[in-house]
Every structure is written in structure tokens, then in C-alpha cells.
């Protein structure tokens, strides 16, 4: 429900605001007045085009912001879907600068305008003699058909059936081709696989072996420099070793004579035995150093094949080379068991196919009861809304593929004259008629379900007398399911609405501005009594629109 709309520097309006009614709101005024501005502000907060000739003012942003009741609409899924924070009231809100550039905002997020639109759609319904879209539209055709089937837990389990079924067909397609894929790479796979399989990588191997390789690459030269620091520290004339030694005996004739002395040959002997351990060490050492020429053969291949690798794909390390053998053989096993996954979701997508066809079936039964009601229904209203020689009739194709409704194709089809056979509405109902037709229309779902806000602008052209008296009477009763709002100039429409709005021209300083305003019950008995006789209404007049406003109580 629109509960509120605020409009600021559009076309001709400052700044207006307008709180509408629950049921139905009546709009009336002069022609030229403004209400179409209205309706075309309306419009750009539900998605329409703009640009920089919306400005009143072209030195200062457009604002147009609705606010609306979703509690009975059922819109979480789409606040869900578009991630946004859903509140059961929201807030629509269009600003369009100087240069034309617009932003769109739903509860103060920043939207597209794609999302925007889609979202009015779903709150509002502007019906005029130039927008016809939504009748012409399939879907709403179909969904038509569909509220007078009362089948809509069975339509709401077959959509969502028919998305997992849609779902695991893409996943079907997927795995298909990643087989196709797989089949093809496969035996390259196993070839890096058993590659790197055979070369038995080990962690941090190459780094010992890089060490290894330098050991046995300058042994000679490490085995000749270890002899000969272990002979210069135990075995030559004088040796380090044979020195301390003599140090320690000439300080022991000496010591007890002075402590000092006798410290450091302490410490002389500490190092004696220290360095006779390194000495030891070294020649140890240099007796495990030898010449192994086949043994760094042997390291040098084994670099050699790891290095090879690391170049071939492209990586550093025996780490990462392992990371890669494991990889390949996980997405080997993964295209081994896609043949398993690709005929277990094809016998599951078969099963689904079979419970779908019998629930699209039952709905193409029922739909083929709920046109020739349709048809009878809205027939029988097109009589009462002055149009007794129209005809409507609805093409029902129903295919073997299924679709996200069924099997069924519905087409409206219309004829407004007497010994013309029906046709699609767009080629050949006039706008007054599809205005008429929508009403009808729109008053048959209502009777069971919750609708949006539906918008008529002037559905009353052409039409005067009982014909009147039947639109309004319709209106009523729809108001009673949904939000309606009316712009109309007649007076027996007017006199029914629960709320009376009165649109007219600002004369202020030279210039002039749009507003709008709801009318008292004195002003409302005025309106409609200028509206059946002109600017000077007699008494007749003034009582015969109260006569108007009592009938609506």
C-alpha cells in the first residue's frame, strides 16, 4: 500500500505531499491541473526514465520519495535476493540532479535502477490509456488464470520444484562437459602423475643433496686442508699439542711459587685437552673424507631430474613439485567419479522430470476450468462497464515441454465490436477499453488474493449514466481487497471514494505551482456539485452530490 507520497522540484510542483487512503482515494481537478505530473513522479520513483527537463528548479536536485505498507505482500524473498533489509515499511526513494544523473535508494540503500523498478512493479499498478504493458504481458495473463484456479500452493510447489529441477540440469551440463574435459586431459594428467611419481620426491631432498654435492665436488681440497690442520695441532715439530705440554712442565717447576702461575697453567691444561679433542675430530673427519666419484654421479642425476621438473612447471622447490603430484591426483580421482556423479544425477533429474509432468498436468486441467470461468466472469462485467458488445476469449496452447508454469501458454484475446472475431489485446483494444478491461480483470483476482496498489487514471473516459455507476461500483469492491486510487471526472465515481483529493494550480508571484490537498465533507459535496453543473452549482446540485457521497456509506 502507497501510505505516502512526497514530491519535490518536479515539472511544476515545489513541494508536495500527499498521505493516501487505505481503500480508495478519489483524485479529481481541471483539466491541465497537474494530476498527470503527479502520476509522472509516480512513475520515475518506480523506475521511469528521467533527465534534467524533470527539474522545476535547474539549480537543485529532484527528490520523489514513496512510502509503502508491504506487511500483506510478501516480499522478504525479493529483500533477500537483492540483499537488502526488509522492513514492513519501506521506503522508495528517486533523486535526479541537475545534470539529469539519478540515484535510486529502497530504505535509504543505494539500488539500480533495474532493481528499483522491478520492486514498483510489485508495489504499484499505474493504469492509464497510454500504459497497457502489463496487460499485454504473458505472465500476468497467466497469473490470471491462476487466481481463479485456487490452486496456488500447487503452483508454489511446482516453481519451486521446477528450480532444483533447472538447477541440476545446469549441474548435469556441467559435469558433461567437465567430463568431455576430463577425458581429454586425462591421459596427460596420468603422465605428469607417474612422472612425478616415479621421481620419489622427497621433502627438503634437494637442499641435503645440494649439500652433499658440495662435499664430494671439493673433497680433495677439504680432506687436505683437515690433515693438515690436525698435524699442525698434534703431529709436526714443534705440534700445538707437544708445546702446551711443554708450557704446562716448565710452569709446574714455578708455581709454588706464585698463584697466579699456578691459574694459568690450569687454563693451559683446559685448552690441552680441548684442542687434543679438535685434533682427534679432525683426523676423524678427514678419514670420512674421501674421493666417491660415482656417488656425486649419482647426486648430480638426481639434481638434475629434480631441477628438469622444477623448470617443466615452473615452480622451486621438492615442496611444491609434491603439492603438484597430490593435486594432479586429486582432480585425476575427481574426473574418475564423474561418471558415477553424471549417471546418479541423470536417473535423479528423470524422477524429478516425471513428478513435475504430473504436477503441470493437474495444473493444465485446472486451468483449462479456470478460463471458461474467466471468460464467464469477465464477459458478464464487460456488460456492466458499458461495453456489451466485447467480447473475451483466452488461447490456451499447451506444449510437452515443460516450462517455469507448466505446459500452458495463455493469450488474452479481445474484440470490442460486434462481428469482429478476437484478437490479441495490443492490436485491437483502444486505451479507454483496456482501461475498462483491467478493471474487470483486476476485480476478479482481488476476489482472491492480496494485490498491490492499483492506479486508474481517467478509466472513466467515454462512459456516464448506470455505465458510471457500475465502474465506480466495481472500484468499491475492489478497494475492499487492495489500494485504489482513481483519477476520474465523474461525479458518481467521486462521490464513492473513501478519501477525496483535489488537485489544482498555485498562482503565486508571477509563477505557478502544482499541489494537491484532501477535501472536507463540506468541500467534497462542493467539488462534486461543480463537477455535475460547473463552477456555480445550483441547490439540485449540492444535493444531489450529498445523495452521491451518502450512497457510498
Known amino acids: 500500500m502507497l501510505s505516502k507520497l512526497i514530491i519535490q522540484n518536479f515539472a511544476i510542483i515545489d513541494q508536495l505531499e500527499i498521505t493516501f487512503h487505505e481503500d480508495l482515494s478519489i483524485i479529481t481537478g481541471e483539466t491541465g491541473a497537474g494530476k498527470s505530473i503527479i502520476l509522472g513522479a509516480l512513475g520515475l520513483l518506480l523506475g521511469n526514465r528521467a533527465d534534467a527537463k524533470s527539474l522545476k528548479q535547474s539549480d537543485q536536485k529532484c527528490i520523489i520519495e514513496g512510502h509503502f505498507i508491504l506487511s500483506e505482500l510478501h516480499l522478504k524473498s525479493f529483500f533477500e535476493l537483492h540483499e537488502l533489509d526488509y522492513d514492513s515499511h519501506c521506503i522508495l526513494r528517486r533523486e535526479i540532479n541537475t545534470e539529469g544523473k539519478s540515484r535510486a535508494f529502497i530504505n535509504d540503500t543505494p539500488v539500480n535502477l533495474s532493481t528499483l523498478k522491478t520492486l514498483g512493479e510489485k508495489l504499484v499498478d499505474i493504469h492509464s490509456q497510454h500504459e497497457t504493458i502489463t496487460l499485454n ?100 715439530d714443534p705440534a700445538v699439542i707437544i708445546q702446551l705440554k711443554s708450557s704446562i712442565q716448565l710452569l709446574n717447576t714455578i708455581e709454588k711459587y706464585s698463584d697466579a702461575v699456578s691459574g694459568l697453567k690450569d687454563r693451559i691444561s683446559a685448552s690441552l685437552i680441548e684442542i687434543k679433542d679438535i685434533a682427534a675430530e679432525l683426523a676423524d673427519l678427514a678419514m670420512q673424507t674421501s674421493l666417491d666419484p660415482s656417488r656425486l654421479t649419482i647426486i648430480e642425476d638426481r639434481l ?104 500452458d501458454k495463455i493469450t488474452f484475446l479481445f474484440s470490442a465490436n460486434k462481428g469482429f472475431s478476437p484478437s490479441e489485446l495490443s492490436k485491437v483494444a483502444s486505451g479507454g477499453e483496456l482501461s475498462r478491461l483491467m478493471l474487470c480483470i483486476k476485480s476478479i483476482i482481488a476476489q482472491n488474493e492480496k494485490l498491490a496498489t492499483i492506479i486508474f487514471d481517467e478509466i472513466d473516459t467515454g462512459i456516464s449514466g448506470e455505465v458510471a455507476n457500475k465502474v465506480g461500483s466495481i472500484l468499491q469492491s475492489l478497494s475492499k481487497n487492495m489500494q485504489v486510487i482513481s483519477i476520474t471526472h465523474l461525479p458518481q465515481i467521486a462521490g464513492l471514494g473513501d478519501a477525496h483529493y483535489f488537485v489544482y494550480k ?48
Not at 211 to 220: D, F, G, I, N, P
Not at 523 to 543: C, F, H, Q, T
Open 506 to 553: 498555485d498562482h503565486q508571484q508571477d509563477k505557478t505551482y502544482t499541489n494537491i490537498r484532501i477535501l472536507s465533507m463540506e468541500e467534497r459535496v462542493l467539488e462534486i456539485a461543480k463537477m455535475l453543473s460547473g463552477d456555480n452549482p445550483s441547490e439540485i446540485a449540492m444535493g444531489t452530490a450529498k445523495e452521491l457521497i451518502k450512497t457510498k456509506k
Open 137 to 236: 504481458n504473458k505472465h500476468f495473463q497467466l497469473s490470471v488464470v491462476d487466481s481463479v484456479c485456487m490452486h496456488k500452493a500447487l503452483l508454489l510447489q511446482y516453481h519451486k520444484d521446477f528450480r532444483v529441477f533447472q538447477d541440476q540440469k545446469n549441474t548435469l551440463a556441467t559435469l558433461i562437459a567437465n567430463s568431455d574435459k576430463g577425458k581429454a586431459e586425462f591421459d596427460y594428467l596420468q603422465f605428469q602423475f607417474e612422472e612425478l611419481e616415479q621421481a620419489g620426491l622427497k621433502a627438503s631432498e634437494e637442499a641435503t643433496l645440494e649439500v652433499e654435492q658440495k662435499q664430494l665436488t671439493h673433497a680433495e681440497e677439504i680432506k687436505t686442508a683437515l690433515d693438515q690442520v690436525s698435524q699442525m695441532l698434534a703431529e709436526t
Open 304 to 407: 638434475n631430474l629434480i631441477y628438469k621438473l622444477q623448470q617443466k612447471h615452473r615452480l622451486n622447490s621438492s615442496e611444491e613439485l609434491i603439492d603438484l603430484q597430490m593435486q594432479i591426483e586429486q582432480k585425476m580421482l575427481a574426473f574418475a567419479g564423474i561418471d558415477d556423479q553424471i549417471e546418479s544425477l541423470t536417473l535423479t533429474i528423470e524422477k524429478n522430470e516425471i513428478a513435475l509432468k504430473k504436477i503441470a498436468t493437474t495444473l493444465s486441467e485446472n486451468r483449462v476450468k479456470g478460463n471458461a470461468l474467466l471468460i464467464l466472469q469477465i464477459n458478464s462485467l464487460l456488460v456492466d462497464v458499458g461495453m456489451p458488445n466485447a467480447l473475451f476469449q483466452i488461447s490456451h496452447e499447451q506444449t510437452t515441454q515443460l516450462s517455469e508454469n507448466g505446459f
